[in-house]
């Protein structure tokens, strides 16, 4: 999948401008980073496509700690460098991990890459990535 066909995914199912769409994938692929070990990011991080590639890895730090951020604060956070409201945000929120699952080839978000992902996250973002899994674009 290619940086516009990414960002056309968030788009369609968040309802949001081209603008919007890209600081909200930065937005939750921040978020998505800290949160996940450093040899996980490191595996994502190698199949993001063209410029989101070098802003993921823009993320990192050496010997960071995971961040343990739940959905409440990723979409706080969404919501304030992407400028939407909260219902906006928690849209975008299932969109961005949408679009990850489908960079990751992975139809219910819980094969390969995206297992590991996924079993890295807490409770209620691993409720939103498997909602993110079964939403269906606008």
């Known amino acids: 999948m290619d940086e516009n066909k990414f960002l056309h995914e ?15 994938a930065v937005a939750v692929l921040q978020e998505l980073h800290d949160r996940l070990s450093t040899k996980e990011a490191n595996d994502l991080g ?16 050496p010997g960071r700690d995971v961040r343990r951020t739940h959905r409440k ?17 928690g849209r975008a929120l299932l969109a961005v991990f949408r679009a990850v699952q489908m960079l990751l080839k992975s139809p219910t978000g819980q094969e390969g890459e995206a297992w590991d992902v996924f079993s890295q996250l807490p409770k209620d973002l691993k409720r939103a990535w498997i909602a993110a899994a079964g939403r269906q674009a606008k």
């Open 46 to 61: 190698a199949q993001m496509p063209g410029e989101f590639k070098a802003i993921w890895h823009g993320f990192d730090a």
């Open 10 to 24: 968030i788009e369609t199912r968040a309802g949001l401008t081209r603008d919007q769409s890209y600081r909200t």
């Open 73 to 89: 604060d990723f979409v706080k956070h969404i919501g304030e460098v992407a400028e939407v409201d909260e219902l906006q945000a």
